[in-house]
């Protein structure tokens, strides 16, 4: 009687198993009918609705083509993306920021332009299809070689609040810094304290994550005559004199001209859209759409060119961009550029909020009218520094993150600091 | 003899209920665990071929500074968080067997509450009390007249970050020394007191001893949750101010995820497991031996 019941259960699971396959196989039957096209990217509010509707026109237009759009986190999508390259999941294209890309590039994970997707005969006349130098600058060209197509095109402008400014005394027409010593004076009038505690930082940057002063040094490096857009330049350039004297620029806001205290906030943009600081350095011109988020006004801010050095090169905030790729294992190669050739084909929808997409078909008017203050962005993303093209960035950006903790949480001196981030670059290099 | 069959009818079905719990840790815990072992011997960039490199790894993370400031962190933060922790819970246990205590169910919820709170959420608030204008600032400034650098000063910041965790889990380990110290018979207590022993005398000579037990799967379970601490760093401080929090696990998660260099994470990870295996081998042996 129990062997009964025993066989009557293993039979009513094999029965459930078999039904559940048979039936998963007509699915999988019916989906194989339509080209199905994975594409990870960065989820980015307000422009993840701009994107989400793309993939809607796509399928449109193509009902023979299913796009299913994921979205994580930005600092999250690069984790997400190996992951699942690694595991061999359904992951056709992606869109990643040109600190990372180098990496998928150099690994050869990603495919070469398919120009024919394009309707074209060439893998230059598709590169045509963008300002020039737009895709290196992006991060979609490595040795030779072209990968990614520009879905953003970003340069870091220093940012200030100007009615932090009048409130100090100073005028936003004739005072804004155009050297970092003016920028010191500046931010220090709007620094406030209050019984003894931090209550406005004249400036802020979030120390946390190393990517965000290792973007800023890289300008002033920049700037003082080093290289840092290579390995072997930004290693060379920890010998000089003139290495210490812009992490002494960066390190001193902190330390000695005390316009800047790590404890009141962590989010520098966060910390500017909430009127916590009176500048920073790490907005682009999408930042005009964040800070429609916060409780600071759009009147109330203006972005500026970067300071320079008085005898320093004219070197802007870093460009960067992002841009998006085919995968190697994408089931439908033709398909998955022609997605992203769509995907990539509405820059007028992107700019209405900030986000600068180097196609040529953008009408250069619009950059005007959408973004407020775009000769800024123009100038600085003319002169701006190129980032470093490395597959070790992130250990490269957290030793030089490191460097400067150092400084302004151990009190070492700077000279000391750029004796460790030396022997650290040379251990990462090994 | 039919008695032995029946037995050992029991024993194997005993297996068979035993048996989905031992596949789940064989597939979760102890296949990954020795494929750890044997990645620590390769080089691997998660994508590429793996490259043998023998105890290369081993060699570069112990001439490695960056290594020992996470190892030493992490023992700080380990041996002071569990001495803290043993201490307060044991205390708070006792005062909630007393007889004396009122309204004892209240305090009990109210200390154990945090233990069920998911870490993330606990480290975010605690993050925003720490900052300048934040909660305890605001106290400290208002009511001593000085503030402390929270979560900016290299030597401030790893206590801050004991105090949470102490915060969030002595309910736990109070709940395993009320359960202890319910076990203890309570004739020994009136004998000892018949015979004129103190409140000192009856903790030293009755409670702890018996407390033994507990005492063991408590301070072996808390070196190892807090030697394995992650998400509190994490999200509080990625390990900074200037990696003077960044624990082993952290170290683990950022040379593997960040810096792609699985081999090396996994040679980590080893040093971590085998430094664990040491203290729990040794607290047993010290134990044992005690009872001897």
Same mark, same amino acid.
């Given at each position: 009687?129990?062997? !009964?019941?025993?066989?009557?259960?293993?039979?009513?699971?094999?029965?459930?198993?078999?039904?559940?396959?048979?039936?998963?196989?007509?699915?999988?039957? #019916?989906?194989?009918?339509?080209?199905?096209?994975?594409?990870?990217?960065?989820?980015?509010?307000?422009?993840?609705?701009?994107?989400?509707?793309?993939?809607?026109? @796509?399928?449109?237009?193509?009902?023979?083509?299913?796009?299913?759009?994921?979205?994580?986190?930005?600092?999250?999508?690069?984790?997400?993306?190996?992951?699942?390259?690694? #595991? +061999?999941?359904?992951?056709?294209t992606f869109n990643i920021g040109s600190f990372q890309s180098t990496w998928f590039m150099e690994n050869r994970?990603?495919?070469?332009? &398919?120009?024919?997707?394009?309707?074209?005969?060439?893998?230059?006349?598709?590169?045509?299809?963008?300002?020039?130098?737009?895709?290196?600058?992006?991060?979609?060209?490595?040795?030779?070689?072209?990968?990614?197509?520009?879905?953003?095109?970003?340069?870091?402008?220093?940012?200030?609040?100007?009615?932090?400014?009048?409130?100090?005394?100073? /005028?936003?027409?004739?005072?804004?810094?155009?050297?970092?010593?003016?920028?010191?004076?500046?931010?220090?009038?709007?620094?406030?304290?209050?019984?003894?505690?931090?209550?406005?930082?004249?400036?802020?940057?979030?120390?946390?994550?190393?990517?965000?002063?290792?973007?800023?040094?890289?300008?002033?490096?920049?700037?003082?005559?080093?290289?840092? +857009?290579?390995?072997?330049?930004?290693? #060379?350039?920890?010998?000089?004199?003139?290495?210490?004297?812009?992490?002494?620029?960066?390190?001193?806001?902190?330390?000695?001209?005390?316009?800047?205290?790590?404890?009141?906030?962590?989010?520098?943009?966060?910390?500017?859209?909430?009127?916590?600081?009176?500048?920073?350095?790490?907005?682009?011109?999408?930042?005009?759409?964040?800070?429609?988020? *916060?409780?600071?006004?759009?009147?109330?801010?203006?972005?500026?060119?970067?300071?320079?050095?008085?005898?320093?090169?004219?070197?802007?905030?870093?460009?960067?961009?992002?841009?998006?790729?085919?995968?190697?294992? !994408?089931?439908?190669?033709?398909?998955?550029?022609?997605?992203?050739?769509?995907?990539? %084909?509405?820059? =007028?929808?992107?700019?209405?909020?900030?986000?600068?997409?180097?196609?040529?078909?953008?009408?250069?008017?619009?950059?005007?009218?959408?973004?407020?203050?775009?000769?800024?962005?123009?100038? =600085?993303?003319?002169?701006?520094?190129?980032?470093?093209?490395?597959?070790?960035?992130?250990?490269?950006?957290?030793?030089?993150?490191?460097?400067?903790?150092?400084?302004?949480?151990?009190?070492?001196? /700077?000279?000391?600091?750029?004796?460790?981030?030396?022997?650290?670059?040379? %251990?990462?290099?090994? | 003899?039919?008695?032995?069959?029946?037995?050992?009818?029991?024993?194997?079905?005993?297996?068979?209920?035993?048996?989905?719990?031992?596949?789940?840790?064989?597939? @979760?815990?102890?296949?990954?665990?020795?494929?750890?072992?044997?990645?620590?011997?390769?080089?691997?960039?998660?994508?590429?071929?793996?490259?043998?490199?023998?105890?290369?790894? @081993?060699?570069?993370?112990?001439?490695?500074?960056?290594?020992?400031?996470?190892?030493?962190?992490?023992?700080?933060?380990?041996?002071?968080?569990?001495?803290?922790?043993?201490?307060?819970?044991?205390?708070?246990?006792?005062?909630?067997?007393?007889?004396?205590?009122?309204?004892?169910?209240?305090?009990?919820?109210?200390?154990?509450?945090?233990?069920?709170?998911?870490?993330?959420?606990?480290?975010?608030?605690?993050?925003?009390?720490?900052?300048?204008? +934040?909660?305890?600032?605001?106290?400290?400034?208002?009511?001593?007249?000085?503030?402390?650098?929270?979560?900016? %000063?290299?030597?401030?910041?790893?206590?801050? &970050?004991?105090?949470?965790?102490?915060?969030? *889990?002595?309910?736990? *380990?109070?709940?395993?020394?009320?359960?202890?110290?319910?076990?203890?018979?309570?004739?020994?207590?009136?004998?000892?007191?018949?015979?004129?022993?103190?409140?000192?005398?009856?903790?030293?000579?009755?409670?702890?001893?018996?407390?033994?037990?507990?005492?063991?799967?408590?301070?072996?379970?808390?070196?190892?949750?807090?030697?394995?601490?992650?998400?509190?760093?994490?999200?509080?401080?990625?390990?900074?101010?200037?990696?003077?929090?960044?624990?082993?696990?952290?170290?683990?998660?950022?040379?593997?995820? &960040? *810096?792609?260099?699985?081999?090396?994470?996994?040679?980590?990870?080893?040093?971590?497991?085998?430094?664990?295996?040491?203290?729990?081998?040794?607290?047993?042996?010290?134990?044992?031996?005690?009872?001897?």
């Amino acid at each position: 009687m129990k062997k !009964a019941s025993l066989f009557r259960v293993l039979l009513l699971l094999l029965a459930s198993v078999f039904l559940v396959t048979a039936g998963g196989q007509k699915e999988g039957a #019916a989906k194989e009918e339509k080209i199905r096209i994975v594409h990870f990217h960065h989820t980015q509010p307000p422009f993840d609705e701009i994107h989400l509707n793309a993939a809607k026109s @796509f399928m449109t237009k193509y009902p023979n083509v299913e796009v299913k759009f994921l979205m994580y986190a930005d600092a999250d999508l690069p984790t997400k993306v190996r992951t699942a390259l690694v #595991a +061999g999941s359904e992951i056709d294209t992606f869109n990643i920021g040109s600190f990372q890309s180098t990496w998928f590039m150099e690994n050869r994970l990603v495919e070469e332009i &398919m120009p024919s997707a394009f309707g074209k005969q060439t893998v230059q006349e598709v590169i045509d299809m963008w300002e020039k130098d737009a895709i290196k600058k992006t991060g979609g060209f490595y040795e030779g070689k072209y990968y990614g197509l520009p879905s953003e095109m970003s340069n870091y402008a220093a940012w200030i609040n100007i009615a932090h400014m009048r409130e100090a005394g100073l /005028n936003p027409e004739t005072d804004i810094p155009k050297t970092w010593g003016d920028f010191v004076d500046v931010a220090k009038k709007m620094t406030k304290d209050e019984g003894g505690v931090r209550v406005r930082n004249g400036f802020a940057i979030n120390l946390k994550a190393s990517v965000f002063p290792f973007l800023i040094l890289h300008s002033l490096m920049e700037q003082k005559g080093l290289d840092w +857009g290579t390995e072997d330049g930004l290693f #060379a350039s920890l010998d000089t004199k003139e290495v210490v004297e812009a992490l002494t620029t960066f390190t001193n806001w902190a330390t000695k001209d005390n316009i800047f205290d790590p404890g009141l906030f962590d989010n520098e943009r966060e910390g500017f859209g909430n009127g916590l600081t009176s500048t920073f350095l790490t907005g682009g011109a999408w930042y005009w759409g964040v800070l429609d988020e *916060y409780t600071v006004p759009r009147e109330d801010v203006t972005p500026f060119r970067y300071p320079r050095y008085k005898d320093g090169k004219d070197i802007g905030g870093v460009v960067y961009g992002y841009s998006s790729f085919v995968t190697k294992q !994408a089931r439908n190669k033709e398909w998955a550029w022609k997605w992203l050739d769509h995907f990539l %084909s509405h820059p =007028e929808l992107d700019i209405v909020h900030g986000n600068y997409q180097p196609r040529k078909t953008l009408d250069p008017t619009l950059a005007d009218k959408y973004i407020p203050n775009n000769d800024v962005f123009g100038y =600085e993303r003319q002169h701006g520094a190129i980032i470093l093209a490395s597959t070790k960035f992130n250990e490269i950006q957290d030793a030089v993150g490191e460097a400067v903790n150092r400084v302004v949480f151990r009190g070492i001196s /700077n000279e000391e600091s750029i004796r460790i981030l030396k022997k650290e670059v040379k %251990s990462i290099s090994e | 003899m039919k008695k032995v069959g029946y037995y050992n009818k029991l024993q194997r079905h005993g297996y068979v209920f035993i048996l989905p719990t031992l596949l789940f840790f064989s597939i @979760f815990l102890i296949i990954p665990m020795f494929n750890a072992f044997q990645l620590s011997l390769f080089k691997w960039n998660l994508v590429g071929p793996k490259i043998y490199v023998g105890l290369e790894n @081993f060699i570069r993370l112990f001439k490695n500074e960056r290594f020992w400031n996470s190892y030493l962190v992490t023992l700080h933060f380990t041996f002071l968080t569990v001495i803290i922790i043993t201490f307060i819970s044991f205390w708070i246990a006792l005062a909630l067997t007393s007889k004396l205590l009122r309204f004892k169910n209240v305090l009990q919820s109210m200390i154990f509450l945090p233990v069920v709170l998911m870490m993330v959420p606990v480290a975010v608030v605690w993050q925003f009390m720490f900052q300048t204008t +934040g909660l305890l600032s605001v106290i400290f400034v208002n009511v001593f007249r000085f503030n402390i650098p929270w979560l900016t %000063s290299t030597k401030i910041t790893p206590y801050a &970050m004991i105090l949470v965790y102490v915060w969030k *889990y002595t309910g736990f *380990y109070m709940v395993m020394f009320i359960a202890g110290l319910l076990g203890i018979p309570e004739v020994y207590y009136e004998s000892a007191t018949l015979d004129g022993a103190g409140f000192w005398a009856r903790l030293i000579h009755i409670t702890i001893p018996q407390l033994k037990n507990t005492l063991i799967l408590m301070l072996v379970s808390c070196i190892i949750f807090t030697f394995g601490t992650f998400p509190l760093q994490y999200v509080m401080t990625e390990g900074g101010p200037s990696r003077s929090t960044e624990v082993l696990a952290l170290l683990i998660y950022k040379e593997a995820f &960040m *810096y792609i260099k699985f081999g090396y994470s996994a040679a980590i990870s080893v040093v971590f497991f085998l430094t664990l295996l040491i203290f729990s081998v040794i607290q047993l042996r010290i134990f044992k031996s005690g009872t001897t």
